[in-house]
Each structure stands twice: as C-alpha cells, then as structure tokens.
C-alpha cells in the first residue's frame, strides 16, 4: 500500500541553524500539508500546498517556514532560524485529491532544538 | 467545518467491543465524519469515513445517527494495540482543505 514517507526521523539542532524537513507525499496525491504536534499539544496545521503554491497557511507558519516542491516526488519544510519553540514532531500528509478525499499522514521527524 | 465533542479518555477491555462516540450537532449536509487514530508519537491514521450511511472496513464500523447529529466509531474486537488517541473530525470533501484535529478520546484497551 502506498505511504507517505519523510526523512530524516529524529533531527536534532542548535538555535538559529536552519533545517529542512523532507517528505515523499503518495505518488498520484496532488494536496500536500505539513503540521506539527508539540509534545503533548494537539496536530496542528501549518500549512497546505497545491499546484506548486501555498493554498493556505495557518498564523504558526510565519515567515521563519517556507515550503517547497523542488521536484516531481519530494516536499519539502525549511525553517530558517530555528528557535526552542520550534521543537516538536512534523507531520507531513498527502490527498488525492479524488472523490470523498482522505488525507494520508506520514510518521513523522522529530525536531528538536536545543 | 463544523466542531466536534468526544469524551477525553475511555476504557475498553481487551476483546470486547470500544464504542468511541463523537457530538457534531452543527454538522452541514455537505460534510462527512472522518475517523483517525494516533497511537503514541506516530502520525495519525485514517480509519474510516462517512456522510450519513453506516460503513465498515477491515479496522472499524462507524454508525452515523439518523439526524446526522452524532456518531460512534466501533472497533469490534479491541486489542492492547488498539490503545490510542482517536479523533473524530466533520469536514467538507471535494476540497483541499485541512483537516482540524481535536484533542480526542484517549482510549486505554485494559488487558
């Protein structure tokens, strides 16, 4: 069965270094998200992407988080100047698209700043 | 999309039936119930979905009342791996848009 994918699993990182998060979505989905869980906190969204462009961004996804398709297969979350707020897992997801849609999540990268 | 209420934490013991009931008393006739689970720190998964019809999969049944005011996710035979954070979820299909995660029913499947 088709899953989504992301690497690396555990990223561990000094404040203000930047970091990007990598996420293979499902290989036919065209709607791409990453959002994040604090430890503890609920899923939250970050950010939603379609058709090589930001469909929607939640107030978490300020100008620090940029996104980006750079190819046919990989997604990508880049975070600029990380601060210790900014650890927490990062989820990627993917959808169809297609009739009576469902959203496929990844397992996640644990980042965590020090 | 409209909101949702379920119990913070439930028990089930192992073997038998979890019933996971979720309110969505606002919910708009182009909306469907969708089901997740996050076991641990893992990324939620999809369970099941529906809009007004009672479904079933290989992993649970859902039973969407007849007002669509509310529903139960049953899964029918509970193991200590069913032991994890379920969410219930109303959102408008045909659409990209988010999905809004609750805080859920903690479910602990007791041995």
């Known amino acids: 069965e088709p899953e989504v994918t992301q690497t690396p699993s555990h990223q561990v990182t000094q404040m203000g270094q930047e970091v990007i998060l990598r996420c293979v979505p499902i290989?036919?989905?065209?709607?791409f998200y990453w959002y994040r869980q604090i430890l503890g906190q609920k899923v939250e969204f970050l950010v939603s992407f379609y058709n090589n462009e930001i469909s929607e961004k939640s107030e978490i996804f300020d100008d620090q988080f940029s996104v980006e398709r750079p190819d046919g297969s990989n997604f990508t979350l880049k975070i600029r100047s990380t601060k210790l707020e900014d650890s927490a897992m990062y989820f990627c997801?993917?959808?169809?698209?297609?009739?009576?849609?469902?959203?496929?999540f990844g397992p996640g990268t644990r980042l965590l700043v020090l | 999309d409209a909101k949702t209420t379920q119990p913070t934490s439930m028990d089930c013991a192992e073997g038998r039936a979890a019933n996971l009931p979720c309110n969505h008393s606002t919910i708009s006739g182009n909306e469907y119930v969708y089901w997740y689970r996050q076991i641990h720190s893992q990324g939620p998964q999809y369970i099941i979905h529906g809009l007004k019809n009672n479904e079933t999969n290989e992993m649970a049944s859902l039973i969407i009342t007849e007002d669509r005011k509310s529903s139960t996710l049953i899964l029918p035979h509970a193991t200590l791996r069913d032991t994890a954070v379920y969410y219930c979820i109303v959102r408008v299909a045909y659409t990209g848009n988010q999905f809004y995660f609750g805080t859920g029913t903690s479910l602990t499947v007791i041995p």
């Open positions: 290989s036919n989905h065209l709607y």
């Open positions: 997801a993917s959808l169809s698209g297609g009739y009576q849609e469902t959203q496929y």
